[in-house]
């Protein structure tokens, strides 16, 4: 098995796993909890030691200890409490061997007053966490990083690749915010009544980000992420149970739900990207989206529609139309209209001039794509170039599609992506 650090992993909140001579490999077993577990049990780690480097280290140590333990004596029968309380013994081990005998007293009292429970570590630790890396006091780009780090377990080589930065300059972003987090005593909790809306609005934005790189990752060889799209979607139920009536909790959770449901028909058998009108829409997953249309009208009815609100709507009509033929661009149109209001971002404008295209005529979506070609913040965005070339294949003006398509891939990322742009450069180039 790969050493552990390297697999950049995200937890769940399953409540048990039965894990034991479930898989062929004894040493799958480890990998698994790590896949399912790591967010949960560093974020309870963290609650008892109260510190992110030193829990990171314990917990790090936890699964090597596990990784030789586990193929010889087996599974124990709660793997998460077992590393949760190795990793525990194991912070202390390193404050002893460091010396500081009164920081031991002092992490002793608190892993006291912390007692670790056998079952599985609670969400509320979760919910802690995510707030504490969210903090206001934090860059915007330092909360995504270090939320995608402890929650969602991915290695710091991971997150730079995906956000496009100099590795070094992630790593000193990740230890500048965690310095930051000790030095400020930011508390680790979940903010009282009247701080909460405020807070709310950074931790949706971030569960966002983290859904649409599950959903649609940056770099690498997959499109999809699951993994990822798991953890978000298990957060933005948290969120809901947190404010329970608040539209926008509500709407985040029934936009990526909606999305999670057409997850597994995005790729067909050979990892080749497959656009809506191509996907099997018998495949979708029907349980998410009754789910997350029935979210969307309570989103809608509880105020003012906002963004995610907004979103979720247009991707239950995508979602709720039995053929492509089907769909009701007019009315996604017309939420896109609204969404621009609320949410006026260039990324918004072309979506919208998509829908104006499918509800309006081509035409008319390839005069608002040309005018937001002149805007700087979508000149390295390769799905304006990839939306002018499918307005211009369907127009039947194969020339300057191709045109389209080849700056498209000067700009992708994704080799999922850059497959699917090669294949439809081939079919306007015959």
């Known amino acids: 098995m790969a050493p552990i650090r390297g697999n950049g992993r995200s937890g769940s909140w399953v409540a048990k796993v039965a894990v034991r001579g479930s898989l062929a490999r004894p040493d799958m077993t480890v990998e698994h909890v790590y896949r399912e577990h790591y967010g949960r049990i560093l974020a309870t780690v963290i609650r008892l030691i109260g510190?992110?480097?030193?829990?990171?280290?314990?917990?790090?140590?936890?699964?090597?200890?596990?990784?030789?333990?586990?193929?010889?004596?087996?599974?124990?029968?709660?793997?998460?409490?077992?590393?949760?309380?190795?990793?525990?013994?194991?912070?202390?081990?390193?404050?002893r061997r460091e010396g500081r005998l009164e920081a031991l007293r002092d992490e002793l009292d608190r892993f006291h007053r912390a007692r670790v429970e056998a079952e599985v570590p609670v969400d509320e630790d979760r919910l802690r966490l995510?707030?504490?890396?969210?903090?206001?006091?934090?860059?915007?780009?330092?909360?995504?990083?270090?939320?995608?780090?402890?929650?969602c377990g991915l290695t710091t080589e991971e997150i730079a690749r995906a956000f496009v930065v100099p590795l070094p300059t992630l790593a000193q972003r990740l230890v500048r915010a965690k310095a930051k987090i000790r030095r400020a005593g930011i508390p680790y909790v979940?903010?009282?009544?009247?701080?909460?809306?405020?807070?709310?609005?950074?931790?949706m934005a971030v569960v966002y980000l983290v859904f649409n790189e599950g959903y649609a990752a940056s770099f690498?060889?997959?499109?999809?992420?699951?993994?990822l799209c798991r953890e978000a979607i298990r957060l933005g139920r948290l969120l809901v149970e947190l404010m329970p009536g608040r539209s926008e909790p509500q709407g985040l959770l029934a936009l990526l739900l909606l999305h999670d449901a057409r997850r597994s028909t995005r790729v067909d058998g050979e990892g080749r990207m497959l656009t809506l009108e191509e996907q099997d829409r018998s495949r979708w997953d029907r349980g998410a989206i009754v789910e997350g249309a029935f979210l969307v009208e309570q989103a809608l009815r509880a105020g003012p529609p906002g963004p995610y609100a907004l979103q979720a709507?247009?991707?239950?009509?995508?979602?709720?139309?039995?053929?492509?033929?089907?769909?009701?661009?007019?009315?996604?149109?017309?939420?896109?209209?609204?969404?621009?209001?609320?949410?006026?971002?260039?990324?918004?404008?072309?979506?919208?001039?998509?829908?104006?295209?499918?509800a309006d005529g081509l035409e008319r979506g390839l005069e608002l794509l040309e005018r937001l070609s002149r805007c700087s913040d979508l000149e390295r965005y390769h799905l304006l170039p990839a939306a002018q070339a499918d307005l211009l294949r369907r127009l039947g003006r194969r020339a300057e599609?191709?045109?389209?398509?080849?700056?498209?891939?000067?700009l992708v990322t994704n080799e999922a992506e850059r497959r699917y742009l090669h294949r439809r450069l081939a079919e306007v180039e015959l």
């Open 51 to 95: 510190d992110f480097d030193r829990s990171e280290e314990a917990v790090q140590e936890a699964f090597a200890t596990a990784v030789e333990r586990w193929p010889r004596d087996g599974a124990p029968e709660s793997p998460v409490a077992w590393l949760v309380s190795t990793a525990r013994h194991k912070a202390i081990d390193r404050i």
């Open 220 to 227: 690498g060889e997959r499109l999809v992420r699951s993994e």
């Open 401 to 410: 599609a191709a045109e389209a398509y080849r700056r498209a891939l000067e």
């Open 190 to 203: 979940v903010p009282d009544d009247d701080a909460l809306p405020e807070r709310l609005d950074t931790v």
């Open 313 to 358: 709507a247009i991707a239950a009509l995508h979602a709720q139309a039995p053929r492509a033929e089907e769909t009701d661009w007019p009315q996604i149109a017309a939420l896109y209209g609204l969404l621009v209001r609320v949410q006026p971002t260039p990324v918004v404008e072309l979506n919208r001039a998509v829908a104006v295209a499918m």
């Open 130 to 151: 995510i707030f504490t890396c969210c903090h206001p006091a934090l860059a915007p780009e330092a909360q995504v990083a270090l939320t995608l780090r402890t929650l």
